[in-house]
T-cell receptor
Framework: NAGVTQTPKFRILKIGQSMTLQCTQD?????MYWYRQDPGMGLKLIYY???????DKGEVPNGYNVSRSTTEDFPLRLELAAPSQTSVYFC??????????????FGQGTRLTVV | GEDVEQSLFLSVREGDSSVINCTYT??????LYWYKQEPGAGLQLLTY?????DMKQDQRLTVLLNKKDKHLSLRIADTQTGDSAIYFC????????????FGSGTRLSIRP
């Protein structure tokens, strides 16, 4: 059981470049999340999704886009990378409905540096 | 909007109890969580408490919830070096039960 898988683990981007952070989960979870964790800081919610075809903004969505075409996948897109987007990005998934008390499973993170 | 606040650092002596505190703003939160993050790793759930509970105990961990003051605490008994980590408090909002909001994390360091 792989859980939540994020790729890549590390990436260096130049200012203005674009990239997609991949996230996939094999637990048939409805809810998926993208967080960013800046050095020495907590997690800030970028976007989340409650099911395929449904996405919503979190606390810090500017500069990012997401899509949820399948239950398993929730990619995060950076269109024009900026130094302020240097961070560690975590994808997470959890059950919903009657499973609200279930934990959120986290991927291992993607460390992104924009130079 | 929702907000979760924690103190940033805590230092305790090995063998003592650690108490990590958290305050939250959403009075209708259904679930409140404690997560642990070790260096270079993702977050792992330690424990959670439902909003109609006052206390939950799980081995060395005790969670206390004061709903009136919107205050959550995590007590780790007999703190060990392996407990060194960042501890995050999180709340799951009630209105849509979809967003999970995290605090800034408390870095727990253990001194001999």
């Amino acid at each position: 059981n792989a859980g939540v898988t994020q790729t890549p683990k590390f990436r260096i981007l130049k200012i203005g470049q674009s990239m997609t952070l991949q996230c996939t989960q094999d637990m048939n979870h409805n809810y998926m999340y993208w967080y960013r964790q800046d050095p020495g800081m907590g997690l800030k919610l970028i976007y989340y999704s409650v099911g395929a075809g449904i996405t919503d903004k979190g606390e810090v969505p500017n500069g990012y886009n997401v899509s949820r075409s399948t239950t398993e996948d929730f990619p995060l897109r950076l269109e024009l990378a900026a130094p302020s987007q240097t961070s560690v990005y975590f994808c997470a998934s959890t059950g919903g409905g009657q499973a609200l008390n279930t934990e959120a499973f986290f991927g291992q993170g993607t460390r992104l540096t924009v130079v | 909007g929702e907000d979760v606040e924690q103190s940033l650092f805590l230092s305790v002596r090995e063998g003592d109890s650690s108490v990590i505190n958290c305050t939250y703003t959403d009075s209708s939160s259904t679930y409140l969580y404690w997560y642990k993050q070790e260096p270079g790793a993702g977050l792992q759930l330690l424990t959670y408490i439902f909003s109609n509970m006052d206390m939950k105990q799980d081995q060395r961990l005790t969670v206390l919830l004061n709903k009136k003051d919107k205050h959550l605490s995590l007590r780790i008994a007999d703190t060990q070096t392996g407990d060194s980590a960042i501890y995050f408090c999180a709340e799951r909002e009630h209105s849509s039960a979809s967003k999970i909001i995290f605090g800034s994390g408390t870095r727990l360091s253990i001194r001999p």
